[in-house]
């Protein structure tokens, strides 16, 4: 039930809240040259992502059981 659009969505959304998130958990290594933690970088994008992708599909789901209900 995921189609395109909530790839997109979802892909923007995760590069948005990832980034910010990112810039915050490792400031130090942006701003001190300290060492990223490469896999912590990686998961700080497929939270939001996942979670964004989730979300849209209960939402597309209950829909459907909405629109089944009122027929």
């Given at each position: 039930m995921v189609n395109?659009?909530?790839?997109k969505?979802s892909?923007?959304?995760?590069?948005?809240?990832?980034?910010?998130?990112n810039?915050?958990?490792?400031?130090?290594?942006?701003?001190?040259?300290?060492?990223i933690q490469?896999?912590?970088?990686?998961l700080t994008?497929?939270?939001?992502?996942?979670?964004?992708?989730?979300?849209?599909?209960?939402?597309?789901r209950?829909?459907?059981?909405?629109?089944?209900k009122?027929?």
């Amino acid at each position: 039930m995921v189609n395109k659009k909530v790839i997109k969505r979802s892909t923007i959304i995760a590069l948005v809240v990832g980034t910010l998130l990112n810039v915050i958990n490792q400031y130090d290594a942006l701003v001190y040259g300290a060492s990223i933690q490469w896999i912590k970088a990686v998961l700080t994008y497929c939270v939001p992502f996942c979670v964004s992708v989730i979300s849209s599909v209960i939402t597309m789901r209950d829909i459907a059981q909405e629109q089944k209900k009122s027929r």
